[in-house]
């Protein structure tokens, strides 16, 4: 549907560096990546805003690296919305219709069709400035959406409302996408949108795709220490693998000069290697824990950060590990700063590359 | 001093205390002079407009002479601004979305009318219309601009283009380049996206700029007089009106023109500050 083959694009502060990327129809594909990454820059180009320096975009089989962005059916809606401030709400969701030539009858009916399914058809005749922000993304998407295009672009589309609007617009975005199967490419910094919306997930660092693939997969296998920590798997150590009956044995060197050895079922060619494992995956307790499970270590708690969801332990086991636990499940342990505590994982979860 | 409340420390604590935070002396010093200047301006106003007998102020006024000159000023004014839009609105939007080779060059370039003295810009627009070959050509087709009113609204549009060039300039970068992404994708070409949006959005800073533009214009004086003199009846604008009967005596006259020239410049600049214009040049 849509092909990006080695695009590159230096904007001086931004750049694209031979970004490849092909999207299905219908997909919802979540694009991740810290601030300055090139996410905006990957989606205006998509548009069609800057011709590529190199390289070539596609969309349904056609070639369109040098068309013009009113000849892609591709739209677009900006995290500050980005309405016309000197038309109303309807002249701006119709705005598109008018250079498809469509009859102003016509255009009215799908305006309030389209302001009818995000709930804005009372604020039609109203001037964008005078609408709060949750409406005014409303208007913006209404106003993309309307000429259904072939792929919709989203730039932190939610990123500028409070947090229940957030909610809400993000459940009207996916109830949208299950509606129409557009095809939709969306930036964002949080990482909700990506579970609840997203079919495939990238994550962009410095100009470049460093990994793409399901929301579980990028989430749960990192290929790389830079999108294990952005995701937020908060244990990530580098050592020497080995291969044991099966089981992925990595050694790694401590501070203390000793070693620990974490076991891995990820199939992994022996040699250097980084481990991660979730901070959620690690099971806390008092006392050693008698499980199966292959990673067992014991230490000394040095911090306990409770961010009102998660309590987060931090334990010093020669290696720092940052283990997360439900705030009920930190109660029943009731340790404290100092005191020693059993750490167990199964060697499932702990992700090998 | 006297009102300074005892600490729990004790009355050692006072020695340090040696002001009071209600007495602010820089505060004070800085807005009396803001004030004395302020007062100076007006007085300054107020005596141009009140020295005259009104009578003769209303005489002259009417007379053939201050009526072609505010003719004359209007006209060229007019034509002049019009001329700083069409060529200053265009370059400040290239300033103001691309970035192209030499760039900061030109916006350099572009200012320094504001700099140059306004004689020195006056002599080499003379040179130009009156020693080249371009200029000859010019006036071979009847296109005359020394010693004529074509020369006012040549030396007009120079010396004030860099205002609406700034003040376009400030309001173009004031509006985000994505709207008109948006409009593109939405099916708009380039110039169909300023038109429909940037231009709808950049109003007030276009009215400020033309309103300060032509009220400039109204009052060029020094590059005027060099290209196209002080001719009565035939180049005389209210400047060189006042300058012209300034020199033989006609005080009334000369007054009666400035007066004009008082009430168009608070007019304008009160326009100028109502499209936050001070805030863009």
């Known amino acids: ?353 | 001093m006297e009102r300074n409340p005892k600490t729990a420390e004790g009355p050692a604590e006072d020695q340090f205390v040696t002001g009071d935070l209600r007495r602010n002396g820089v505060k004070m010093a800085t807005i009396a002079i803001a004030l004395v200047i302020t007062a100076f301006i007006i007085s300054l106003l107020l005596l141009v407009v009140t020295r005259p007998d009104p009578q003769a102020v209303i005489e002259s006024l009417l007379s053939p002479e201050i009526r072609f000159a505010i003719y004359l000023s209007l006209v060229t004014s007019i034509i002049s601004t019009m001329l700083c839009i069409a060529v200053g609105v265009p370059a400040a939007y290239a300033l103001a979305r691309y970035n192209f080779f030499g760039k900061s060059f030109v916006s350099m370039i572009l200012d320094l009318p504001l700099a140059l003295p306004p004689l020195v810009a006056g002599v080499a627009l003379l040179l130009f219309f009156g020693t080249t070959a371009f200029g000859d050509a010019l006036a071979s087709i009847g296109l005359v601009f020394v010693f004529s009113p074509l020369g006012i609204i040549v030396a007009q549009f120079f010396v004030n283009l860099p205002f609406m060039l700034r003040i376009m300039r400030s309001t173009f970068t004031d509006i985000s380049p994505r709207y008109e992404y948006v409009a593109c994708t939405l099916g708009c070409t380039n110039l169909q996206a300023i038109r429909r949006v940037t231009l709808p959005m950049a109003g007030s800073g276009f009215l400020a700029g033309a309103v300060i533009t032509w009220a400039k214009g109204i009052g060029e004086f020094g590059a005027a007089l060099m290209i196209a003199g002080a001719t009565r009846m035939k180049t005389e604008t209210l400047p060189i009106s006042l300058f012209l009967n300034m020199s033989c005596g006609e005080l009334e006259l000369a007054l009666s023109a400035a007066i004009i020239l008082i009430v168009i410049s608070v007019v304008s600049l009160y326009i100028f500050e109502l499209y936050g214009g001070s805030t863009k040049f």
Not at chain 1, 39 to 59: H, V
Not at chain 1, 108 to 125: D, M, N, P, S
Not at chain 1, 289 to 311: H, K, L, Y
């Open chain 1, 1 to 353: 549907m849509l092909s990006i083959k080695n695009v590159s694009k230096d904007m001086g502060e931004f750049l694209l560096d031979d970004v490849s990327l092909d999207i299905a129809e219908g997909e919802y594909f979540v694009i991740i990546g810290p601030t300055g990454a090139g996410k905006t820059i990957l989606l205006e180009t998509i548009a069609g805003i800057y011709p590529p320096d190199a390289g070539s975009i596609s969309i349904g089989g056609r070639d369109v690296t040098f068309v013009p962005p009113r000849e892609r059916n591709v739209t677009m809606v900006y995290q500050d919305y980005m309405l016309f401030p000197h038309l109303t709400v309807e002249q701006n969701i119709g705005f598109g219709l008018e250079y498809q030539k469509v009859p102003p009858e016509e255009r009215r009916k799908k305006v309030l069709e389209v302001a009818g399914i995000f709930g804005i058809g009372h604020l039609l005749h109203r001037y964008p400035g005078t609408l709060s922000g949750g409406e005014q993304q409303r208007a913006a998407i209404s106003r993309a959406i309307v000429l259904e295009p072939a792929v919709l672009l989203l730039d932190e589309p939610l990123s500028a409302l409070d947090g229940q609007t957030r909610e809400r617009l993000r459940q009207e975005l996916r109830s949208l996408h299950a509606q129409f199967r557009t095809t939709i490419i969306h930036i964002t910094h949080n990482f909700d949108e990506v579970f609840s919306l997203a079919t495939r997930v990238a994550v962009m660092n410095k100009g470049q795709i460093v990994q793409a693939g399901t929301p579980e997969e990028v989430f749960r296998h990192p290929t790389s220490s830079f999108v294990a920590e952005f995701v937020g798997v908060r244990n990530v150590f580098s050592g020497t693998c080995t291969t044991e009956g099966g089981l992925s044995r990595v050694s790694i060197a401590r501070p203390d000069g000793k070693k620990t050895i974490i076991s891995s079922l990820t199939p992994h060619p022996e040699g250097p290697a980084t481990v991660t494992i979730r901070s959620e995956d690690i099971m806390i307790g008092r006392e050693p824990c008698t499980t199966s499970a292959r990673n067992s270590f014991a230490g000394t708690i040095t911090d306990i950060v409770d961010n009102g969801m998660m309590v987060v332990v931090h334990v010093d086991c020669g290696l720092p590990f940052i283990a997360g636990v439900s705030r009920q499940g930190w109660a029943a342990v009731g340790a404290t700063v100092g005191e020693t505590i059993h750490l167990t994982f199964m060697a499932d979860p702990v992700h090998v590359f």
